[in-house]
Structure formats: structure tokens, C-alpha cells
């Protein structure tokens, strides 16, 4: 590796300033508004795969954002054939006033770059990029045969990337999948990531009066919508955590006591966990660690809540409607789709009489897991190692990646989460950012997992 590693590094400043101009692209694929602006990512990723020396490099139409595409397969039918998976579009920047540069003027930092979508994903993604480069300019003979795909519309849930697979599934046949949009556990703590959860994400509206109404007039004499929907929400979860929907944990897979046992030995510091997001207690549900409640249960939060007035000073006001978007995180066995009718069912069930409600199911995603024993997570783990100079911890995440159970699915293989982020990284939020260093020592652990890969698979 010595001739990649000595590229990477010659090439470090210039890579650098590559991501700066990616993170420069407003790709927020929620916003209708700024469309060209996701296509303009697609493009200048179309370009560094052509410039690295990729084939068959191309932007792949889909009913919305397109998917970039490319491979080089001189490896020989023999060897392993590892599909690389990311994204190119990002969470909207707002709140504006809550950033301390502008989200898509990069700034760097303390040895981080600061921009919407550093970390979440087009930092991680371009770590690949430029790995294949590393092997591709330095003269040496990539020992796999690779394929990538980086799409557009992760963050609104992917709704054309299966539709996708499932067309290019030939082309896309591979022996696994290598995704760089997890979190490691701590700084210089790599850490692989074998299982994610799955979602649920839900819109609740409840309706009343045909108009907002006049609060000294009306008070009193009807059901407020503001009221009933704080009065359902509560009813959600009891007073220890747990989920009040009848069928909700029916087929939850519990964590065994290995599993748990595993959790335990993690380096975890909750009280400088506390203290890094603010907080001074842990809240969850009772008779799990708080590792646990994060990564490997099932959750209901409320993200969003609205209805009335929200102006300076008072308005006394009943309001006509009130509404709330609700994320449920899922475990393995949980299905998105059940758990969205037995919400719904719930909901139609609780709500008080005099308003009406609709509930309306927004984006899913299956939870994944990876066995821990697949030849794929143990050459990640020697490319950690070789790199970091320490062993990775394996660990499960909290969030949900959707199209990893996809891959699962339509490509019938397993997927590698080698994550380079930090959980601190603040990825859908002001400020976000990602670590240089991790970004350098990323490209060359995704080098040199291409290079051992070969080797586990004789094993």
C-alpha cells in the first residue's frame, strides 16, 4: 500500500479542497426550488469518477434526482465485487441563524470542515471517490472488481432508488455493498456498524371548527384541536417509556444477553455524552441502558408540533386544526408498513370526540443487520485496524438507512457500514462538520479494505 498511501497523502490538500467545492452545492433534494443545484452535485461527482479513471461513468435519469453510476471490473471473475453506496443530497440548512458560517460556504476549523452535508454524506461518500483514485493513479492493479452508485434523494427517503435496483439489478450484481454514512463510536475509536434501525414517519392532523374561533366567545363549549392532539400525543407512551400501541412490540427481536453482555464492555461515557448535547438526565424506557434505548429499541418522538397562533405577544384564538409529525425508530422484525396501520388504527381509537383526525404515512425503512461473522465486516475491521492502529468495536446505530434492507432485498447481499462521522458531527443540524483527519484516514482504510478484501475471502 505504500505507493497509494504516499498519493493519498501527496494529494491530501488537493482532496481537500475537492470536498470543499461539493460541500459548495446547495443539494438540498426536499426543496423543489433548488433542483439544478442537486443535479450540479450529480454532475461534478459524474466528473471526479471520469477523472479518476473510472468506466463507464454516467447520471442515470429517475422520476426525480438522478443517480451517478460507474465501475471497473479488471479484476477478473474470480475476485470479490463490492458495490459503493452513497448519497449527494442534504438536509435543508434551516435554522440559518443558528449557524456560525454560512452552510454552503465551507469553512475550516479546529481541523474540521464546517458546511451542510460535510459528514451527512457527501464527506463520507467522497472518502470512496478518492480511495479508487488513490488505486487507480499510483499504478497499482485494483485486486476487485468495484461498482458505485451515490444518489440524490436519500434524505427524502429514496423513493426511486428501488425502482432503480431493481432495473439495473444486473449490472448492479455484486458480493456486498460498502456504505460510509454511520457514526464511529468516539474520536479515534473505529468502530463498524452491524445493524440499524428501521422507520416509521407519520403526519397526525386533527380538525375541528370551520374557522378559528374567538377564544372568550367559544371557549369551553367544543373540543380545541390544540388540546385533543396534546391529549393523544400523551397517550402515546406511559410513565416508563414504554409505547402504548397495542401490537407495537409483537415482533420485536429482543436483544439476547451475548448481545447485551456486548454492550456493557463499550467505552461508553454518558455523562460527557450528557454534557456534549446539554442535558443533565437520561430518559427512556426502564429496564435498558441508555446505549440500548439509542441503537437497538424501538422509539415514538414527536418532531414537529403546530396549530394556533406563534406570533409576538397574544392572540386568543381557538384553532380550527393543529397538527405533529411523529418519527417511530424500528428494530429488527418490526415491519414499517404494519407499524403505520397500527398508529393509525390507535389514533382513530384514542381521539377525543368533537374533532377529526387524519393520519398520513410518510417515508419508512426496514432495520437491518449484518452478520457479525461475514468475511466482509472482518476485512473492514483489518483495514481499522491497519490504519487507526486499533481493533474497531462493533456496534449497532440508532438510525436508519433505509436502502440497506433494499440491497438486502432486490441485490440479495449484505452491506459494510464503515463510518468515518462522529455522532458530535451535528449532521441535520447548524454547524455541521466533519473531521479532515478522518477524512484523510478514511480514504486510505477504504483503499486498504479493497486490498485485503481478497484475502478473507479465501478464508
Not at 459548495?24 to 461527482?45: G, M, N, Q
Not at 420485536?252 to 447485551?260: G, K, M, Q, T, Y
Not at 405533529?324 to 418490526?334: D, E, F, G, H, Y
Not at 396501520?341 to 374533532?355: M, Q, R, S, W
Request: charged share 25%.
Amino acid at each position: 500500500m505504500s505507493r497509494i498511501f504516499d498519493f493519498i497523502d501527496a494529494n491530501q490538500p488537493r482532496f481537500n479542497q475537492e470536498l470543499f467545492d461539493l460541500l459548495r452545492i446547495p443539494s438540498v433534494s426536499t426543496d423543489s426550488a433548488l433542483k439544478a443545484e442537486v443535479r450540479k452535485a450529480a454532475e461534478f461527482l459524474s466528473a471526479q469518477l471520469s477523472s479518476a479513471g473510472m468506466e463507464h461513468v454516467q447520471i442515470v435519469e429517475t422520476p426525480g434526482h438522478p443517480v451517478v453510476m460507474a465501475n471497473y471490473l479488471h479484476a477478473g471473475s474470480g475476485k470479490p465485487t463490492v458495490l459503493i453506496y452513497g448519497h449527494y443530497d442534504v438536509q435543508p440548512p434551516d435554522p440559518l441563524n443558528l449557524w456560525t458560517s454560512p452552510p454552503f460556504e465551507p469553512v475550516e476549523k479546529d481541523g474540521k470542515v464546517y458546511a451542510r452535508g460535510a459528514s451527512d454524506d457527501k464527506g463520507q461518500a467522497y472518502i470512496h471517490v478518492k480511495a479508487l483514485e488513490a488505486w487507480l493513479k499510483s499504478g497499482e492493479k485494483l485486486p476487485v472488481n468495484v461498482k458505485i452508485i451515490i444518489e440524490g434523494e436519500e434524505e427524502i427517503g429514496s423513493p426511486n432508488l428501488v425502482p432503480f435496483l431493481e432495473k439495473h439489478k444486473e449490472e448492479l450484481a455484486c458480493d456486498m455493498v460498502l456504505v460510509s454514512d454511520t457514526a464511529m463510536f468516539a474520536k479515534d475509536t473505529p468502530s463498524i456498524t452491524y445493524g440499524l434501525r428501521g422507520l416509521a414517519y407519520m403526519e397526525l392532523e386533527v380538525f375541528g371548527p370551520n374557522r378559528d374561533l374567538h377564544s372568550g366567545v367559544y371557549g369551553g363549549a367544543l373540543t380545541n384541536p390544540l388540546n385533543a392532539l396534546c391529549e393523544i400525543v400523551a397517550q402515546l407512551k406511559d410513565e416508563n417509556g414504554v409505547i402504548q400501541i397495542p401490537g407495537f412490540y409483537d415482533d420485536v427481536l429482543d436483544l439476547s444477553d451475548e448481545e447485551r453482555e456486548a454492550y456493557r464492555k463499550l467505552p461508553f461515557d454518558e455523562e460527557g455524552w450528557k454534557a456534549s448535547i446539554g442535558i443533565e438526565s437520561v430518559n427512556g424506557e426502564q429496564g435498558y441502558s441508555t446505549l440500548e434505548r439509542k441503537s437497538a429499541r424501538p422509539t415514538l418522538d414527536m418532531n414537529g408540533m403546530w396549530g394556533g397562533y406563534q406570533g409576538e405577544g397574544a392572540k386568543t384564538v381557538l384553532p380550527a386544526q393543529a397538527g405533529a409529525k411523529i418519527s417511530m425508530r424500528l428494530v429488527p422484525n418490526q415491519h414499517p408498513d404494519k407499524i403505520a396501520e397500527l398508529f393509525t388504527a390507535h389514533i382513530n381509537k384514542i381521539k377525543p370526540e368533537g374533532v377529526r383526525v387524519k393520519v398520513t404515512p410518510h417515508h419508512g425503512g426496514h432495520p437491518a443487520m449484518t452478520p457479525i461473522d461475514f468475511y466482509g465486516l472482518k476485512a473492514a475491521g483489518k483495514a481499522y485496524k491497519d490504519v487507526y492502529g486499533k481493533e474497531p468495536l462493533m456496534a449497532r446505530e440508532g438510525g436508519s438507512i433505509p436502502i440497506v434492507a433494499d440491497f438486502k432485498n432486490v441485490l440479495g447481499v449484505d452491506t459494510i457500514l464503515m463510518g468515518f462521522g462522529l455522532n458530535t458531527d451535528a449532521i441535520h443540524s447548524p454547524n455541521e462538520h466533519f473531521s479532515l483527519e478522518d477524512f484523510h484516514r478514511g480514504i486510505k482504510t477504504s483503499a486498504r479494505f479493497l486490498e485485503v478484501l481478497p484475502e478473507f475471502e479465501k478464508d
